[in-house]
């Protein structure tokens, strides 16, 4: 046997069909042209009423055998042919099949999927790869059954067919694991099982919801792309299963019925919309089957209904087999801005262009959309007087320029700015000086008003691309933004000639659940405070900064902590002076 995952890798790129190029796109089969595809799960497990919904021009059927597919295709369908057991092909990762045997079985999966659609070129979706979180390096066991895959896939494109793998769960790409991803998907593509807990998304509501589900696709796609795998070789599944286990998502009895058809309608809608922007060729749904008396759901076919209404009324009527509380707006939380804008946000937008003019000075686009984001978001919070910023102006003028206007504007070119972008960094700085005058003599701080402000700004906002302002956490911890504060001030030195150190902060409180260590510390009073800077230092480790950007808020959490990491903060006013160091704190 082959001793390492490369040996056999290796030899997969000599394998038999490993000269097969990536499978072609295709409009045969009786698919519809255009894309993306969208695939629908429809085996016999799916009951007469759900199979009365799916059957109908325009929607494409995933399932096996002849007579059932012949049904779908009578009544319009287009079919693709899904296999629901792979472990018997491929083995599983413990116990693989013996590697001469492959070919010989993907030879008779081609013959089984194209007696089904009736079509020499068949889409075959395979359900589904084991341990896809399994990292480098493999054992010899799970290598070859890795290995198995691989042939599996090259035998099936080599035949003509395109095979679609279906992966879950969190999937690795580090070393050798991304030369796989890789490889397979020079034969075929790779289907994410993008599964959503319902009742989760529901409660979130349609803004946050669509938003983190297409977040949630979007990096997926991202990490795929890092590996080398291009986006056209990419898609995603959808899950509407019922049964109430614990961490498989779908529905998760979700009540009541209208609830979970708004949740179906928002998974169309995200997939669509993720879909399009990544010019993705397919999108597959499961769910529909019943399996037992856990995925017993009398809300299939309407469920079923909404989501090709979702992604097309002509497939369905969803408002009138719903009835009257189903809910039929199909931009509520969608990706909708006016014409010219980036994003918006309750009473604002962020307009494209002072983005653009903005980068020019910062050097960095997104540093310019979160520094107009968070100028959109405070403007109404604390006005500022026109002539205000004129008088700050004017003593810049005096005292840096000795009065020579034009050296002024010299050197504002020079950082790429203009008198418009001084003026509005000028106003930034007056605004924070107002609100701190606000909270004199109160609990809170500007810095904190400022952080509550944008929190809530950053929830309600909508933007191109999800291309949203500041720094997220991992979804795995939550939907939180942090905004934050750019500092302008420092690009810009001479409109305020601030070089006073913030003062060093107390050492922050930390606590640890897991590898997750959580930071909180006492904001100062400073008006221009613009964040603080984690530093930690794992025992043996060299110190390091943590997070991107600066953090605007008295709050931090490391996903990556090892027992025993210390840490320590700093403060940066908005003329980018620093602070000392914190005392250092562990948990």
Not at 268 to 284: I, K, P
Not at 315 to 330: I, K, Q, W, Y
Not at 394 to 413: C, D, H, I, M
Not at 539 to 557: D, H, N
Request: charged share 20%; hydrophobic share 45%; aromatic share 6%.
């Amino acid at each position: 046997m082959l001793t390492g995952a490369a040996a056999i890798l290796a030899a997969l790129l000599v394998s038999p069909g490993a000269g097969a190029g990536p499978s072609r796109a295709t409009a045969d089969c009786g698919l519809p042209d255009g894309a993306p595809l969208w695939i629908d799960y429809g085996e016999g497990s799916v009951k007469p009423d759900v199979r009365a919904v799916l059957a109908k021009p325009g929607v494409i059927v995933a399932t096996s055998g002849t007579a059932l597919p012949a049904t779908f295709r009578k009544a319009g369908a287009a079919t693709t042919y899904f296999e629901l057991h792979l472990p018997n092909i491929v083995g599983d990762t413990t116990a693989p099949e013996d590697a001469a045997t492959i070919v010989p079985a993907a030879d008779a999966l081609y013959a089984k999927a194209v007696a089904t659609t009736a079509c020499a070129t068949p889409w075959i979706a395979l359900n589904e790869l084991q341990g896809s979180q399994v990292a480098p390096p493999w054992t010899p066991v799970y290598a070859a059954y890795r290995a198995n895959v691989l042939t599996l896939l090259q035998r099936l494109a080599e035949r003509g067919a395109h095979p679609a793998l279906l992966v879950h769960g969190d999937p690795t790409f580090a070393g050798d694991a991304a030369l796989w991803w890789r490889t397979a998907s020079g034969s075929a593509h790779l289907i994410y099982e993008a599964y959503y807990d319902a009742p989760k998304m529901y409660a979130l509501g349609p803004l946050l919801a669509n938003r983190r589900m297409r977040l949630g696709m979007r990096n997926v796609l991202a990490q795929f792309e890092a590996a080398g795998v291009p986006r056209a070789r990419l898609g995603f599944m959808l899950g509407f299963h019922s049964a109430l286990t614990p961490g498989i998502a779908g529905r998760q009895g979700l009540e009541p019925t209208e609830a979970w058809l708004r949740v179906v309608k928002w998974e169309a809608l995200a997939a669509r919309q993720v879909a399009t922007e990544a010019r993705l060729q397919t999108l597959w749904s499961w769910g529909w089957g019943t399996f037992g008396a856990d995925s017993v759901d009398e809300d299939k076919a309407v469920a079923a209904c909404t989501w090709l209404w979702a992604r097309s009324p002509a497939l369905c009527d969803a408002p009138a087999m719903a009835g009257p509380g189903f809910e039929a707006s199909v931009v509520e939380g969608q990706i909708v801005v006016p014409k010219g804008a980036t994003c918006t946000l309750p009473g604002a937008r962020v307009w494209t262009r002072s983005i653009d003019r903005l980068a020019r000075l910062t050097k960095d686009r997104h540093a310019a959309l979160t520094a107009q984001f968070a100028r959109a978001a405070l403007a109404n919070v604390a006005p500022v007087d026109a002539k205000a910023v004129l008088a700050v102006e004017a003593r810049a003028v005096s005292v840096a320029f000795k009065g020579n206007r034009k050296a002024y504007e010299r050197a504002l070119t020079q950082r790429g700015a203009n008198d418009e972008i001084a003026r509005g960094v000028i106003a930034d700085e007056l605004r924070r000086r107002a609100l701190a005058t606000s909270v004199a003599g109160t609990p809170r701080t500007a810095f904190d008003v400022i952080a509550a402000q944008e929190s809530t700004a950053v929830d309600n906002a909508i933007c191109l691309g999800d291309e949203l302002p500041g720094t997220g956490q991992p979804l795995a911890l939550g939907n939180a933004r942090d905004v934050g504060t750019v500092p302008l001030a420092s690009a810009l030195p001479f409109l305020f000639r601030d070089r006073t150190a913030p003062v060093a902060p107390s050492a922050p409180a930390a606590t640890r659940t897991g590898k997750t260590v959580t930071l909180t510390w006492q904001s100062d009073r400073a008006a221009d405070l613009a964040g603080y800077e984690v530093f930690r230092t794992a025992p043996g480790a060299a110190t390091e900064r943590v997070g991107a950007g600066l953090v605007g808020r008295s709050t931090f959490a490391d996903t990556g902590s090892v027992a025993g990491t210390t840490y320590a903060i700093r403060a940066v006013d908005t003329s980018g002076n620093l602070s000392g160091l914190s005392p250092a704190t562990s948990t």
